[in-house]
């Protein structure tokens, strides 16, 4: 088949009206012949009709085209681009896709987007951000920093070259910290027999056995630590779910899985602290409260690094400490120098 803009010859004469037509008309008369061009916009799947009609005795000649070819080729090209509109329009529709919510850490605003308080801007310009403190001014900076309307934990952040996903890097170990938490640990023991009379004498707030461990079952975690006779362990392993993700799973190396259960309460109760390397190698660590005294938190202080530094793990190659911040629960970090605070010494020592 021609193009569009072709002039096909098809029906007679008759099949084309004048009336039919487009209103406008053009004649371009010659000296033997007239040619009238009625000109008609069709759509491009429209044919053209034309017409030849002779007289014998004028001799003249009329030719009707139904339509101009160049009207039709522009009624073609505003359908193209009507099409092509309507194609962009679909493609961009389609191509539109819908991103999932983020949820948990991915969820959190980014460290520049986030917005501080006016409280915690104004604190932050006691320290300087890069600075490397010694031990004494960064405790006394501490102290400045902690002003909110309750008493707030200090914390210690030590960051360690350990990859913990390698078993002999792993770090995990208590502390007794000699001017203890300044927090009320509330102990619970799971015992049986004679041991029973023992944990309540020396000062456990929970004693139980296995009525204690389908307390837990149930939902029960009205306590800070839970320590547990070695005997008691096969029927503590089913709280293993349960305890586990809370921190509060009785485990030889934390000494909340022993035999010497006074004691052991009696640890805690004084300030023994569990502490363990994070899957990024960091060890967050309470040391105290802000209202301590500069002494005390000090003090503290020295114990957790040096417990730290004692329990260094057999595969750990290399620089040990590669940084350490401490800070109150709701104030900037403030950096340590490593070097004045492994060689740190009290006048008592």
Not at 185 to 198: C, H, N
């Amino acid at each position: 088949m021609a193009s569009s803009s072709s002039l096909m010859l098809t029906h007679a004469a008759s099949s084309v009206h004048p009336q039919d037509l487009s209103p406008s008309l053009r004649s371009f008369l010659l000296p033997n012949r007239t040619f009238s061009l009625y000109p008609l916009v069709l759509k491009p799947s429209k044919w053209l009709h034309l017409t030849f009609h002779k007289d014998s005795q004028s001799r003249s000649s009329h030719a009707v085209a139904a339509a101009l070819a160049a009207e039709v080729e522009v009624a073609e090209t505003v359908d193209e681009k009507e099409e092509g509109a309507e194609d962009d329009g679909s493609a961009t529709t389609n191509t539109v896709t819908t991103t999932k919510p983020k949820k948990g850490k991915a969820a959190l605003p980014l460290k520049r987007d986030r917005t501080r308080s006016k409280r915690f801007l104004e604190i932050q310009k006691l320290r300087e951000r890069k600075q490397e403190y010694d031990l004494k001014t960064a405790i006394s900076l501490v102290k400045e920093t902690a002003k909110t309307k309750f008493v707030e934990t200090v914390e210690a952040h030590f960051r360690l070259n350990i990859d913990p996903k390698y078993n002999d890097q792993q770090l995990r170990a208590t502390v007794n910290l000699p001017k203890g938490t300044g927090k009320p640990v509330k102990v619970a023991v799971l015992t049986q027999g004679e041991k029973f009379d023992e944990a309540k004498n020396a000062g456990a707030d929970l004693v139980g056995g296995e009525d204690l461990i389908e307390q837990i079952k149930g939902g029960f975690m009205e306590f800070d630590k839970l320590i547990a006779s070695p005997d008691m362990m096969p029927k503590v392993a089913s709280l293993g779910k349960i305890l586990g993700p809370r921190g509060l799973m009785p485990n030889p190396k934390a000494g909340t899985v022993t035999a010497n259960i006074p004691q052991a309460i009696a640890e805690f109760k004084q300030g023994k602290v569990e502490y363990r390397a994070d899957k990024t190698g960091i060890v967050h660590l309470p040391f105290g409260k802000a209202d301590f005294s500069e002494e005390d938190l000090l003090v503290n202080l020295l114990a957790a690094v040096k417990s730290v530094e004692a329990n260094k793990p057999s595969g750990a190659k290399g620089v040990y400490w590669k940084s350490a911040h401490i800070c109150s629960a709701m104030g900037p970090s403030i950096r340590l120098n490593i070097r004045e605070m492994l060689d740190y010494r009290l006048s008592s020592e």
